[in-house]
């Protein structure tokens, strides 16, 4: 695609009014401040500028413009985003498009995991007897497993590798696609297969539950992190839900795949499986664009009740609404339909409750009055959203006979103590700017000041990697520096892109650019000299050697002689 179609697409597209579609933005002086999506955190770091028209995670680093959070946060190729975000502003993109090499490698592990799931499906019909009958045990019907591709992963080290290399892919690439142990064996061995689906549809991970007690490893070997899946990103059955939780404008959420399953059988359409009893922010960030009205469905036993508390806590944090469904304590949804019914189900959803009055009425947990105060004050102490957290003042303040004063007293001197002690271990936390960083802010703050920069150094003055890539790229676009977004999307390194992005939301140094350019020199020749002297160690006959000594001091001479004297012998 040419490159000022792309520009007109980041140009149409505010990146502030694309992420608020997907996550709570909170307005902080000229920028905007969230909790990142792409990991989880407790304080918020997530920045993004509306006047550079980028974002910058400041805890694990991501960065970049409108173009790559959709990418990253949806685990979509590069086009896909494009005619994404092509759509949302009206811009007619033609289908043919060229992709970008990182682009064609996360497009070829889809393919992989398309074939994948095709051939688990087909051990399960052809050969997982064994497994075949685990499901039919578990009242797993046959349209179920045909419909969410169930599959059977055989015994072998080496089976899935060989279909996949019998298929015409590229051995190289199935190290990167977490499929495979550093071994090369098959990751998935005498498991059930859960093919695991982004929101947009397309197959990105896999768990896989061992058929026997006896088998080694845990009850679920998951998918590890790949350029496609990250851990916490992603809901099972989202995919197939995600319109029916938009109609009825509320979603169930259990915690693993037979339990959704059973869910979804029973014509409660409108479930996810989290995947793991912790809900993210990711997680939650992403139901949030199909319903605001949320029904945690975790297992009934202590910890799971727990758990749903915990992700309740975050649910309200995020500005949006909960209830928590009290199943039996020997139940999880999966055994508690079978026993009971669908209709019942739908009678104890019915009875879901908030989380404070939840916690009131809660037998099972094990916790006296003072102690579910204590659970409900820190999610309270949590909460950041005002309107939130008043509501939820006055909701614990109404279920445990309080008055409101009481407990917004309690937060504050909560969170005056956490603040003080925040102060007190907390070291400080100053940045040091090294030469090479800083020359690249002032370049990057001043494009203007290019021409002088190249005039007296190259790219071989910057002796740190990450640096130099930087400077060689700026070389090679300067015509873009006052563009940063239209930059990104030229950079396929995830690292040099990060960076550039931290860099332009950075403020440029208070050193002059002649102080800076000084500093560069002197470095890089005392780093020849010093380079120079232990050549000349092992070969001090050597006059050519000799000779490059010398030249190195006259250039250090001409930069500063007063430092020369002092450090030269």
Do not use: W
């Not at 703050?445 to 790219?459: H, R, T």
């Not at 995830?494 to 931290?502: A, K, N, P, Q």
């Amino acid at each position: 695609m040419d490159q000022h179609v792309i520009d007109e697409i980041i140009e149409r597209n505010d990146i502030v009014d694309v992420i608020s579609n997907y996550i709570p933005l909170k307005k902080t002086g000229s920028n905007f401040k969230a909790r990142c999506p792409f990991h989880d955190e407790k304080t918020a770091s997530f920045i993004v500028s509306p006047k550079k028209q980028i974002y910058k995670c400041f805890g694990c680093g991501k960065g970049g413009n409108v173009i790559t959070y959709v990418q990253e946060f949806e685990k979509i190729s590069f086009p896909e985003a494009l005619k994404k975000l092509a759509a949302r502003a009206g811009i007619t993109v033609k289908q043919s498009m060229q992709s970008k090499g990182k682009d064609s490698k996360r497009d070829l592990i889809y393919k992989i995991y398309e074939i994948a799931t095709g051939y688990f499906y087909k051990n399960l019909v052809e050969h997982g007897s064994s497994a075949l009958e685990y499901l039919a045990e578990r009242d797993i019907k046959n349209e179920t497993i045909k419909k969410f591709k169930l599959g059977f992963a055989l015994n072998s080290y080496g089976g899935l590798h060989n279909y996949l290399l019998k298929n015409d892919i590229n051995e190289k690439i199935l190290a990167t696609t977490g499929l495979f142990t550093s071994k090369n064996n098959d990751l998935f061995r005498e498991r059930i297969m859960f093919p695991i689906h982004s929101s947009s549809g397309k197959v990105v991970a896999f768990g896989g539950r061992k058929l026997h007690e006896s088998q080694s490893g845990g009850k679920y070997v998951n998918s590890p992190t790949t350029d496609i899946y990250t851990k916490g990103n992603e809901l099972y059955g989202l995919f197939d839900t995600k319109y029916t939780i938009s109609k009825k404008d509320h979603a169930l959420i259990c915690e693993g795949y037979t339990d959704f399953l059973r869910l979804y059988e029973n014509g409660f359409t409108n479930s996810v499986a989290s995947l793991g009893t912790s809900l993210t922010d990711s997680q939650i960030s992403l139901l949030g664009r199909f319903s605001d009205n949320f029904y945690m469905l975790y297992d009934g036993d202590a910890s799971g009740r727990k758990a749903a508390v915990r992700a309740a806590g975050k649910i309200l944090g995020k500005g949006y609404n909960v209830k928590i469904i009290g199943l039996p304590k020997a139940d999880d949804p999966d055994s508690y339909i079978r026993n009971n019914g669908a209709k019942s189900m739908q009678e104890m959803i019915d009875k879901a409750k908030p989380i404070a009055e939840f916690l009131k009425d809660d037998e099972v947990i094990g916790v006296d009055k003072k102690g579910k105060l204590s659970v409900l004050f820190d999610i309270l102490n949590e909460i950041e959203d005002e309107v939130a957290q008043e509501l939820l003042t006055q909701d614990i303040a109404e279920t445990f006979g309080l008055s409101g004063h009481a407990v917004s007293s309690k937060i504050r001197k909560k969170r005056r103590t956490f603040k003080k002690e925040t102060e007190d271990t907390e070291p400080s936390k100053t940045e040091h700017f090294t030469e090479e960083r800083d020359i690249l802010l002032l370049i990057i703050n001043n494009q203007s000041l290019y021409k002088k920069v190249a005039q007296e150094i190259d790219s071989s003055y910057f002796l740190t990697g990450k640096y130099r890539e930087i400077y060689k790229i700026m070389s090679e676009h300067i015509e873009d520096m006052d563009n940063i977004p239209a930059l990104i999307s030229k950079i396929d390194n995830d690292g040099i892109r990060d960076l550039l992005t931290e860099l332009s939301m950075s403020d440029s140094p208070t050193q002059t650019i002649d102080d800076i350019l000084i500093a560069l020199k002197t470095r890089k020749f005392y780093t020849n000299l010093k380079a120079i002297n232990a050549e000349i160690l092992n070969d001090p006959t050597n006059m050519e050697l000799h000779a490059k000594k010398k030249e190195i001091k006259k250039e250090l001479l001409k930069i500063n002689k007063k430092v020369v004297r002092k450090t030269l012998y």
